[in-house]
């Protein structure tokens, strides 16, 4: 079935680089997505990557995909306080709907 | 250009009652999906529908839960008879349902809370 996993937490240090993880299981997804949800509001889109390209670099993020393993990174370079918030990785499903995983919450140290 | 909106942002309902949510899309945006998100879990798709039209509800409950986007007017997700577990936040999401990647556009939520 779909699926998506990822890791429930992570803390950085101001200053250092995130990286979140996600594996998948839907081979077929042409896109996927990284949305970035803070406390009481709703998604924002940060990124996504079409299924045939390994990176995707846009300013302080990276995302790379491994396709073979369906794992699927982002990196988030030069971390802030403001960057603290819940990270969701999405793929599509047979509907056009996105599967989500169940959040990485990302805390940021000054 | 208003992004996607929806209201109520809070709703508080004692159970049995009636819930309904709405959702206006983004302009020029003509497809609509309805999430679901418990506590501490991720967003869980629940219908997608276009103008007049659900495409796949097969995320929403059987019972007690409806969809519908009219021609005219806001996409409106109605509960009937709440239960406890009903409460949730509640995301719509619109994209502009052409070519490419129809990248979903979410709103801020309507936070359901059932007494």
């Known amino acids: 079935g779909e699926d998506v996993e990822q890791s429930l937490f992570l803390s950085v240090r101001e200053g250092d680089s995130s990286v979140i993880n996600c594996t998948y299981t839907?081979?077929?997804?042409?896109?996927l997505y990284w949305y970035k949800q803070e406390p009481g509001a709703g998604l924002q889109l940060l990124t996504y990557?079409?299924?045939?390209?390994d990176m995707k670099q846009d300013q302080r993020l990276t995302v790379l995909l491994n396709k073979k393993d369906k794992h699927l990174s982002l990196r988030i370079a030069d971390t802030q306080t403001g960057d603290s918030a819940i990270y969701f990785c999405a793929e599509e499903g047979s509907q056009g709907n996105l599967i989500f995983g169940k959040g990485t919450k990302l805390s940021v140290k000054p | 250009n208003a992004g996607v909106m929806q209201n109520p942002r809070h709703l508080v309902r004692r159970r049995g009652q009636e819930a309904r949510l709405r959702c206006s899309p983004m302009k020029g945006h003509s497809h609509v999906y309805w999430y679901r998100q418990l506590p501490e879990e991720g967003l869980k798709f629940m219908v997608y529908l276009q103008k007049e039209n659900i495409i796949d509800e097969s995320g929403m409950p059987k019972e007690r839960f409806s969809a519908e986007f009219p021609k005219e007017g806001p996409s409106i997700l109605r509960i009937q008879q709440v239960v406890r577990g009903d409460s949730a936040a509640y995301f719509c999401?619109?994209?502009?349902?052409?070519?490419?990647?129809?990248?979903?556009?979410f709103g801020p939520g309507t936070r359901l809370t059932v007494l």
């Open positions: 990557i079409f299924s045939n390209m």
């Open positions: 999401a619109s994209s502009p349902g052409q070519g490419g990647t129809d990248t979903q556009y």
């Open positions: 839907d081979s077929s997804s042409t896109y």
